[in-house]
């Protein structure tokens, strides 16, 4: 269940016991970094970290669109809801605490508040973004607004005032 998910929608390899829990990791680049992983710890706490893809777009050389993570991590979710439970006992907690690591001298290309889409660069010095958690319990309709509601902070972050993107 956990090699399934797929942090900034880059795969992952099959979990090996890792610090008292369990770890699914990207294959490394050819840099030697490693672009994702997924840790499911003994407390519960699943962990997922990734780097999103970057390519050019209009006049910025490394961009990235949120929905190439957010859309693929909300489906995976809700149809892996039912295994996530089992793997972690039905009547647990599930807290998700995620991040996007190495997005400084990036921009972020999204819908501006006048319903443009277009590239919003990442503020200097922000070389990691932690969402807020999001506790996996309760009907899937509940915990799926809690962290769609996780995702605006990347948009807050570029200064947009209307943060829920048209395909969530």
Request: proline content about 8%; hydrophobic content about 40%.
């Given at each position: 269940?956990?090699?399934?998910?797929?942090?900034?929608?880059?795969?992952?390899?099959?979990?090996?016991?890792?610090?008292?829990?369990?770890?699914?990791?990207?294959?490394?680049?050819?840099?030697?970094?490693?672009r994702?992983?997924?840790?499911?710890?003994?407390?519960?706490?699943?962990?997922?970290?990734?780097?999103?893809?970057?390519?050019?777009?209009?006049?910025?050389?490394?961009?990235?669109?949120?929905?190439?993570?957010?859309?693929?991590?909300?489906?995976?979710?809700?149809?892996?809801?039912?295994?996530?439970?089992?793997?972690?006992?039905?009547?647990a907690?599930?807290?998700l605490?995620?991040s996007?690591?190495?997005?400084?001298?990036?921009?972020?290309?999204?819908?501006s508040?006048?319903?443009?889409?277009?590239?919003?660069?990442?503020?200097?010095?922000?070389?990691?973004?932690?969402?807020?958690?999001?506790?996996?319990?309760?009907?899937?309709?509940?915990?799926?607004?809690?962290?769609?509601?996780?995702?605006?902070?990347?948009?807050?972050?570029?200064?947009?005032?209307?943060?829920?993107?048209?395909?969530?």
């Amino acid at each position: 269940m956990l090699g399934r998910l797929k942090p900034a929608n880059v795969a992952l390899t099959d979990p090996v016991p890792s610090a008292g829990g369990w770890l699914a990791r990207a294959s490394t680049d050819e840099a030697g970094r490693c672009r994702a992983y997924a840790h499911l710890g003994a407390d519960q706490v699943l962990e997922m970290v990734g780097m999103p893809g970057v390519g050019p777009w209009l006049d910025e050389h490394d961009t990235w669109w949120p929905g190439a993570y957010e859309l693929p991590l909300l489906e995976q979710l809700s149809a892996n809801e039912s295994p996530l439970r089992n793997l972690l006992g039905a009547t647990a907690p599930t807290h998700l605490l995620m991040s996007l690591t190495e997005v400084d001298g990036t921009a972020l290309v999204t819908e501006s508040d006048d319903g443009i889409e277009r590239p919003f660069r990442i503020p200097a010095g922000v070389d990691t973004i932690h969402f807020e958690p999001v506790c996996i319990r309760g009907p899937v309709a509940q915990w799926r607004e809690t962290l769609v509601t996780a995702f605006d902070r990347v948009r807050h972050l570029v200064g947009l005032r209307s943060a829920r993107p048209f395909y969530l």
